[in-house]
């Protein structure tokens, strides 16, 4: 873009610098001489809908302005917003901690990112980084939450139902076993034959 709109420039730091300030990026140059849309109108969407909808509804709202708005500064916005993104995660963490007085922090910040990044996950495959935001950190159950976020959940129901019927009565035995322990919370070793005869444990792990 900025090729377009700079008149013979000399090298990449030139194309950077506008009335004689070197901008940090190309995005900021481009912003700088007005070639991008700023995030007014965003920000003052997400502040209307801060004063009337729940920090869900918020985050899903955020989540789709990042997704189809194309926001030129997602961090600021979420800088801007994060308390009122998080306040429903702050109010039950002062529950469990019977402790009214306890402040935004970086915990709690961090599992208002992880369920941001869980709706990017699930409507376009696309995570924190791709917007610039920090990167959340996640333990083994919340890595485990990402999974099933990446999961086609209609596509796979669709080819059980289409399968099912077609598994032998033994086939169908193991299938039901299986489903049963997940179902349940269950963690069992389970022993498969391959092919060729012989014998492997398959640990399952549920979670």
């Excluded at 791709?130 to 950190?137: K, R, T």
Aim: hydrophobic share 35%; aromatic share 10%.
């Amino acid at each position: 873009m900025l090729l377009h709109h700079v008149r013979g420039p000399t090298s990449f730091q030139y194309l950077k610098t506008v009335d004689g300030v070197l901008k940090e990026t190309y995005q900021a140059a481009c912003r700088a001489r007005g070639l991008l849309e700023n995030d007014d109108h965003w920000e003052n969407t997400l502040r209307e809908a801060s004063l009337s909808q729940c920090p869900l509804q918020l985050r899903e709202l955020f989540v789709v302005i990042l997704l189809f708005c194309q926001p030129s500064e997602p961090l600021k916005l979420w800088n801007i917003f994060k308390d009122d993104l998080c306040e429903d995660i702050r109010h039950r963490i002062r529950q469990q901690n019977q402790d009214i007085t306890l402040p935004y922090n970086e915990d709690i910040y961090n599992e208002g990112l992880i369920q941001i990044e869980n709706k990017l996950l699930q409507l376009n495959d696309k995570s924190l980084s791709d917007f610039g935001l920090p990167s959340s950190v996640r333990t083994e159950s919340n890595a485990a939450e990402t999974m099933t976020h990446r999961y086609d959940t209609n596509n796979l129901t669709a080819f059980v139902n289409e399968n099912l019927p077609k598994l032998v009565p033994d086939q169908r035995h193991a299938f039901e076993t299986i489903v049963d322990s997940v179902i349940h919370d269950k963690s069992f070793l389970f022993g498969c034959t391959w092919w060729n005869g012989k014998d492997v444990s398959c640990k399952f792990d549920t979670c």
